[in-house]
Nanobody, 122 residues
Framework: VQFVESGGDLVQPGGSLNLSCTGSGFVFSHYTMTWYRQAPGKERELVAYIETDTRTKYTDAVKGRFSISRDNDKGTVYLQLNSLKPEDTAVYFC?????????????????WGQGTQVTVAS
Protein backbone atom coordinates (compact mmCIF):
# COMPACT_ATOMS: atom_id res chain seq x y z
CA VAL A 1 0.00 0.00 0.00
CA GLN A 2 1.39 3.37 -0.98
CA PHE A 3 0.20 6.97 -1.01
CA VAL A 4 1.79 9.82 -2.95
CA GLU A 5 0.63 13.33 -2.09
CA SER A 6 1.27 16.43 -4.18
CA GLY A 7 0.10 19.99 -4.71
CA GLY A 8 1.40 21.72 -1.61
CA ASP A 9 2.94 25.16 -1.92
CA LEU A 10 3.53 28.52 -0.27
CA VAL A 11 0.44 30.70 -0.59
CA GLN A 12 -0.77 33.97 0.86
CA PRO A 13 -3.64 34.12 3.34
CA GLY A 14 -6.92 33.91 1.47
CA GLY A 15 -5.37 31.86 -1.31
CA SER A 16 -6.27 28.43 -2.64
CA LEU A 17 -4.59 25.13 -3.37
CA ASN A 18 -5.68 21.78 -4.72
CA LEU A 19 -3.96 18.75 -3.21
CA SER A 20 -3.89 15.33 -4.84
CA CYS A 21 -3.10 11.90 -3.47
CA THR A 22 -2.79 8.73 -5.48
CA GLY A 23 -3.10 5.41 -3.71
CA SER A 24 -1.84 2.06 -4.95
CA GLY A 25 -1.57 -1.52 -3.76
CA PHE A 26 -5.23 -1.84 -2.80
CA VAL A 27 -8.69 -1.56 -4.35
CA PHE A 28 -9.13 2.19 -4.01
CA SER A 29 -12.89 2.24 -4.60
CA HIS A 30 -13.49 -0.08 -1.63
CA TYR A 31 -12.15 2.32 1.00
CA THR A 32 -13.12 5.50 2.75
CA MET A 33 -10.30 7.96 2.06
CA THR A 34 -9.01 10.64 4.37
CA TRP A 35 -6.85 13.73 4.55
CA TYR A 36 -4.87 14.45 7.71
CA ARG A 37 -2.49 17.27 8.53
CA GLN A 38 0.33 17.78 10.99
CA ALA A 39 1.53 21.21 11.98
CA PRO A 40 4.96 21.75 13.56
CA GLY A 41 4.96 20.61 17.16
CA LYS A 42 1.42 19.27 16.98
CA GLU A 43 -0.16 15.87 16.59
CA ARG A 44 -1.52 14.69 13.27
CA GLU A 45 -5.22 15.56 12.98
CA LEU A 46 -8.02 14.44 10.72
CA VAL A 47 -9.10 17.11 8.24
CA ALA A 48 -11.72 15.37 6.12
CA TYR A 49 -12.86 12.03 4.81
CA ILE A 50 -14.93 10.77 1.91
CA GLU A 51 -16.76 7.47 2.04
CA THR A 52 -17.18 5.01 -0.80
CA ASP A 53 -20.61 6.48 -1.55
CA THR A 54 -18.99 9.98 -1.63
CA ARG A 55 -20.51 11.15 1.64
CA THR A 56 -18.07 13.58 3.25
CA LYS A 57 -17.20 14.85 6.69
CA TYR A 58 -14.93 17.73 7.77
CA THR A 59 -13.33 18.90 10.95
CA ASP A 60 -14.96 22.10 12.19
CA ALA A 61 -11.86 24.21 11.50
CA VAL A 62 -12.12 23.68 7.72
CA LYS A 63 -15.87 23.41 7.14
CA GLY A 64 -16.99 25.67 4.33
CA ARG A 65 -13.40 26.25 3.16
CA PHE A 66 -12.07 22.80 2.18
CA SER A 67 -13.65 20.24 -0.14
CA ILE A 68 -12.70 16.58 -0.49
CA SER A 69 -13.45 14.54 -3.59
CA ARG A 70 -12.33 11.30 -5.20
CA ASP A 71 -11.81 9.75 -8.63
CA ASN A 72 -11.93 5.98 -8.27
CA ASP A 73 -10.84 5.39 -11.86
CA LYS A 74 -7.62 7.29 -11.15
CA GLY A 75 -7.21 5.99 -7.61
CA THR A 76 -6.92 9.59 -6.46
CA VAL A 77 -8.38 11.66 -3.66
CA TYR A 78 -8.34 15.46 -3.78
CA LEU A 79 -8.52 18.24 -1.25
CA GLN A 80 -9.47 21.71 -2.44
CA LEU A 81 -8.28 24.31 0.05
CA ASN A 82 -9.88 27.76 -0.15
CA SER A 83 -9.69 30.87 2.01
CA LEU A 84 -6.45 29.62 3.50
CA LYS A 85 -5.31 30.86 6.89
CA PRO A 86 -1.86 30.79 8.52
CA GLU A 87 -3.16 28.15 10.93
CA ASP A 88 -3.70 25.81 7.95
CA THR A 89 0.08 25.57 7.60
CA ALA A 90 0.99 21.89 7.93
CA VAL A 91 2.13 18.79 6.12
CA TYR A 92 -0.95 17.18 4.56
CA PHE A 93 -1.26 13.41 4.28
CA CYS A 94 -3.85 11.11 2.77
CA UNK A 95 -4.68 7.61 3.91
CA UNK A 96 -7.31 4.93 3.66
CA UNK A 97 -9.60 3.94 6.52
CA UNK A 98 -9.18 0.39 7.71
CA UNK A 99 -11.78 0.52 10.49
CA UNK A 100 -14.90 2.61 10.76
CA UNK A 101 -17.69 2.67 13.31
CA UNK A 102 -20.08 5.54 12.74
CA UNK A 103 -17.91 8.64 12.61
CA UNK A 104 -15.02 6.94 14.42
CA UNK A 105 -12.35 5.97 11.93
CA UNK A 106 -8.90 4.42 12.01
CA UNK A 107 -6.33 5.04 9.26
CA UNK A 108 -3.81 2.56 7.94
CA UNK A 109 -0.99 3.64 10.26
CA UNK A 110 1.56 1.42 8.52
CA UNK A 111 1.14 3.20 5.18
CA TRP A 112 1.64 6.94 5.63
CA GLY A 113 3.17 8.72 2.66
CA GLN A 114 5.62 11.61 2.81
CA GLY A 115 2.89 14.21 2.67
CA THR A 116 2.84 17.56 0.95
CA GLN A 117 3.77 20.84 2.63
CA VAL A 118 1.22 23.66 2.72
CA THR A 119 2.53 26.98 4.01
CA VAL A 120 0.22 29.96 4.37
CA ALA A 121 2.11 33.20 4.92
CA SER A 122 2.21 36.75 3.58
Amino acid sequence: VQFVESGGDLVQPGGSLNLSCTGSGFVFSHYTMTWYRQAPGKERELVAYIETDTRTKYTDAVKGRFSISRDNDKGTVYLQLNSLKPEDTAVYFCNRVIFQSGTSIRPDRDSWGQGTQVTVAS
